[in-house]
Structures are given as structure tokens and as C-alpha cells.
């Protein structure tokens, strides 16, 4: 029985792919997920990722600050089949709604997929999510999207990724052609070209298998010029490009580089047949007790995110839980380690785009959503029989920073309340003046997090608000055991974390630069120690 179920967890195991798909809003991420969902035949309609975008207004019955904007505050998690493996994709909020569990939902995904627009290249928010990727050292693919338009050539592309984020590229395919002239890609590791057919409607798509890139179908296909340019291409790169080196790709040092176009559907399925093939199943968590293995019988997983009010007429809240080991069954009892508790775990859902459904089963990798009636707190473990604790998820710098007052001073009480659940929740970090009156000052990594928490302290606590945005835009934890408040006066300022840890907050890089120069013997971190 015991070897069996053991067999069993490692078959799903072997089969499982989850990732998120990092890129800065408009490179594509909506379009080439569909596609991807598409592929597997999760959902019916090609349009309904989209929709999802565009009628959420009409639609959702979510929170009503999520109306009101017409954006998701959710990271909903997809999930289909494709050539036998079981595919999770985690979707990173990314536009207003950027925002700390953005970052966080990293932390459960296995590997990433970095999108960029060939025109655009490497922008802001992709380098803040590879960073905290890179930080992980989960490995990275790369999917250069829009090849139908004009853009910077992929060598460009490839030294832009090294200057800019410091990885190293090796292209799986290359685009023959680009923009107008676009009529394929060439497959390195296949020997196959994946070519347009018709010019200008891009709408139909052969794969021929060729002998390698000098065969003459591609000549009789793409014509001379483009034929002598990817020649001229693929012997530089096998001259002077990166080797395909799986242990680097799966240390996150070098990423594999795909070309393609995702709504032309373009260099999407070989895409992910390479990606599926290359990227990694689950593999071991960090327990204070050292690495837990997925395959280990006994279920295990830990909480990433929170999600409030999903349903307001319940006002329920909904655990997002990443499963690390074991096998989840509906209805089964499991240990919270941090209140020591048994739970019953009765009514978990898993979501696919917007639709909830009711999960019987489910193993490492997946993510189910708890419901929450108000027992979890980000970074929550959960396991059967002997109590396990995942490593705490880091804290990310805050980027944007606001005082708040109450406008009612005799609602204090609930304030106070409010303030603690929702730090515990995840949904802001607080901080206190170190000099003085006593401010509370909170920080953010997205606007949006500031407009949930005013939005949730008067529909859940009864409290209006008052938020005064000040002028810092960075935070770093600072470890030293002789520290001089009075260094940290000129466009900065020395606070606390709730967990009594001194953070200096600065108004521009200059002064957190100064700062550092003229500290020497302490440490600035990014993330809380
Ligand atoms: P997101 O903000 O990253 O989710 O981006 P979307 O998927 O919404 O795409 C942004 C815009 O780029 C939309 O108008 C898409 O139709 C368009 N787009 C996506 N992929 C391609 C592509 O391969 N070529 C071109 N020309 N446009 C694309």
C-alpha cells in the first residue's frame, strides 16, 4: 500500500510543470497564456483568457475595488494537460494590480517564463520579477514575442539580456526573417524549420523537418537573402554562442531563448514542447529540518497568498496553498504547525481562469485554494502527521510609502485590529517612526495595495483612513549593532519593522548610495533579514 501510493506521488510528480510567466504589461503574457491553454485543451474557447481582461467589469463578482478598476487582484493559477504532463500556470498580476504578491507567487512556481517584446526589449517590471527569479535560482525561458513586428535584432536582444540582467542566452530556434519579412523560425535542437504560410495573413503554419539550417527547402521557402542571413546567423552562434548546458539552464545561469509570435500562435508549440521537456517537475522544499522531497508520502504545503472577499456576500477568504509533498485528498485532516492545531481540509478549490472548481485530488506542484475563515497567515505550513516548517517567505522592499492617520481617533481599537490582520495577511508592511511621535507608516510595492487595504480597514473594520504618500522609494534592512539615527536625517529616514528591525527608508538612490558609502561596517539588505 505504502509503495504504491509512494509510486503514485512520483508518477504525478514526474508529470508536473509549474510556472509563471514574467514579462512587463503589453509584451504579450495574456495572449501567448491563451495560446499555451489552448495547446491543452483546458478551455473551450480561444478567447477566454481575454475575456476574462475585458469583461471582468460586467462579470466579476469579486471584490468591488476590482470592479471599480476592472482589473483582477487575484493571481488565479491555470492548469491543463499537454503530451502527458500536467501543467500549472501561475499568473503574475502585472499591470496596476502589481503588487507584492506578485513577487510572492514566484516563490511557488518551479520555473519561469520570461516574455519580452522583440521592439521593446528587457523593461522595468520584467527586471524586478527576474530578479527575485534569479534570487531563487529557478531556471528562466525566455519566449521573444512580436516577431511579426519590426524589432532589434536577436543578437542585440541576446547582449541586452546579459548587460541588462546578467544571463546568459542560448536561442533554441531563430527567426528567419522579421516583422513583414518574418516566414519562420529555424529549430537548433530539432533540425526542423517551423515556416509561414502566405506572407501577409501569417495565417497558416508548416513544419518541415530539414537536414540543418544550409538545407535547400528553407532557400526554396524563404528565398536567398533570408536563407544567407540565418546561415550567416547559425554559424556565429555555433562559433562563438553559448553551448546548450542543461545544468547551467537549470541553475538559472543561462536561458534557453525561443522566437515566435504569440497571437499568430508562431513558435508557441515548439516553445512548449521544449520548455516542458527542459524545465523541472517539483522539486525539494526547504524545511527547518532540511530539504523536503515531493515524493515524501506525507502531504505538506504552505500558504503564499491570501485572497480576500472573493465572494462578498460571504466575505470568505481563500488560503492559496502550494502542495510541496504528499497527496492532497478532499476532506483530510492536517496539522497547522504555527497554531498547532489540527484542520480539516473540506472544501479546497482549484481555479481555473475565473471558474472555481472543487478539487478531490491533488499532488506537488499544484496549488489549491483553502477556504479561509480567518486561521492562516502567509508563509503558513500545513502537513500531515509530523509538523513541518517551510523556510519563511522573504519580504520585499517596498517601493512606495505612505503615512496613515485614523480620521476617527475613537475607532482605534478596530484600527489597530485592521492593521495587524492585514500585515499578517500580507496585504501591506508597516513600519514605525524611530524619533518622536509614534507614525505608522506603511509600504508597498504597488499602488494598488494601498487602495485594498483603505478599501478592506472601512468595509471589513469600520474604519476610514487617511493616507499621506511620502517621498521615499526605497527600503533597506539594516544590520548593525551600533546604529546612529542621526546618519539617517537628509532625504531619509530610520524606521522600524514590526519585527523591531531597523529599516532606512530614502527618498532617491543618491541618499541610500550616500548612506551606504558612509556606513561601512553595516549591511543594507533588500529583504528583511
Ligand atoms: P499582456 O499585457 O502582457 O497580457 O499583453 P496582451 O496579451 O494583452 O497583449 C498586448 C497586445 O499585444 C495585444 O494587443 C495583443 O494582441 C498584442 N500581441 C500579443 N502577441 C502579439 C504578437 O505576437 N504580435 C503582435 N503584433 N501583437 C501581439
Redesign the pocket.
Known amino acids: 500500500m505504502s509503495k504504491s501510493l509512494k509510486d503514485e506521488i512520483k508518477q504525478e510528480v514526474d508529470k508536473r510543470r509549474t510556472f509563471a510567466i514574467i ?12 495560446k499555451l491553454l489552448l495547446f491543452g485543451g483546458a478551455i473551450r474557447l480561444a478567447g477566454t483568457v ?1 475575456a476574462r ?1 475585458a469583461s471582468r467589469h460586467a462579470t466579476s463578482d469579486w471584490m468591488e475595488i476590482e470592479k471599480q478598476r476592472g482589473i483582477s487582484v487575484t493571481s488565479s493559477v491555470m492548469q491543463f494537460d499537454y503530451n502527458g504532463h500536467r501543467v500549472n500556470i501561475l499568473d503574475t498580476p ?2 496596476q494590480d502589481f503588487s507584492e504578491d506578485t513577487y510572492r507567487t514566484l516563490t511557488a512556481a518551479d520555473s519561469a517564463v520570461m ?1 519580452i517584446d522583440v521592439a521593446k526589449g528587457v523593461e522595468a517590471q520584467t527586471i524586478k520579477l527576474f530578479q527575485v527569479c534569479r534570487k531563487r535560482g529557478i531556471p528562466i525561458f525566455t519566449f521573444i ?5 519590426e524589432g532589434q535584432s536577436p543578437f542585440d536582444l541576446m547582449e541586452e539580456l546579459e548587460r541588462v540582467l546578467g544571463i546568459r542566452a542560448v536561442p533554441m530556434n531563430w527567426p528567419i526573417g522579421m516583422g513583414r519579412e518574418l516566414c519562420g523560425v529555424y529549430d537548433r535542437m530539432k533540425n526542423q524549420v517551423e515556416l509561414f504560410k502566405g506572407n501577409d495573413d501569417h495565417s497558416s503554419i508548416s513544419v518541415r523537418k530539414v537536414d540543418d539550417y544550409n538545407d535547400s527547402i528553407i532557400r526554396e521557402m524563404a528565398g536567398d537573402y533570408l536563407h544567407n542571413q540565418l546561415v550567416q546567423d547559425l554559424e556565429l552562434l555555433d562559433v562563438a554562442g553559448d553551448q546548450f548546458d542543461f545544468e547551467k539552464v537549470r541553475a538559472g545561469e543561462l536561458t534557453p531563448l525561443f522566437f ?5 500562435n ?1 513558435g508557441v508549440q515548439t516553445f512548449l514542447e521544449n520548455f516542458l521537456q527542459l524545465a523541472p517537475s517539483p522539486t525539494p522544499r526547504n524545511t527547518t529540518d532540511g530539504p523536503l522531497d515531493p515524493t515524501n508520502e506525507k502531504f505538506s504545503g504552505y500558504v503564499f497568498k491570501i485572497q480576500a472577499n472573493m465572494n462578498p456576500a460571504h466575505r470568505d477568504r481563500i488560503a492559496f496553498l502550494r502542495i510541496c509533498s504528499g497527496r492532497f485528498e478532499r476532506g483530510m485532516s492536517v496539522r497547522h504547525t504555527r497554531v498547532g492545531k489540527e484542520i480539516k481540509l473540506a472544501q479546497p478549490q482549484q481555479f481555473l481562469a475565473q471558474d472555481r472548481d472543487i478539487v478531490e485530488s491533488a499532488y506537488p506542484g499544484d496549488i489549491i485554494g483553502l477556504f479561509d475563515p480567518g486561521i492562516f497567515r502567509i508563509g503558513d505550513s500545513l502537513s500531515q502527521g509530523s509538523e513541518i516548517i517551510f523556510d519563511e517567505l522573504p519580504t520585499f522592499s517596498p517601493e512606495l510609502f505612505a503615512k496613515v492617520t485614523v480620521k476617527n481617533a475613537l475607532k482605534h481599537k478596530q484600527y489597530q485590529k485592521g492593521i495587524d490582520q492585514l500585515t499578517e495577511e500580507g496585504t501591506i508592511q508597516v513600519f514605525h517612526s524611530t524619533s518622536g511621535f509614534d507614525e505608522t507608516i506603511l509600504g508597498v510595492v504597488g499602488q494598488l495595495q494601498f487602495e485594498v487595504f483603505e478599501y478592506r480597514m472601512r468595509a471589513e473594520y469600520g474604519v476610514e483612513i487617511q493616507l499621506h504618500r511620502m517621498q521615499f522609494q526605497f527600503a533597506r534592512w539594516i544590520v548593525d549593532d551600533k546604529i546612529d539615527p542621526s546618519k539617517f536625517r537628509i532625504n531619509s529616514s530610520l524606521v522600524k519593522d514590526k519585527k523591531d528591525n531597523y529599516v532606512a527608508l530614502f527618498e532617491n538612490e543618491y541618499a541610500m548610495r550616500t548612506a551606504i558609502d558612509k556606513n561601512p561596517t553595516s549591511k543594507f539588505l533588500e529583504m528583511a533579514p
Open positions: 514579462s512587463h504589461p503589453d509584451a504579450g503574457k495574456t495572449t501567448l497564456t491563451e481575454k481582461k502585472g499591470h516574455l514575442n512580436k516577431l511579426d513586428r515566435g509570435s504569440a497571437v499568430n508562431f
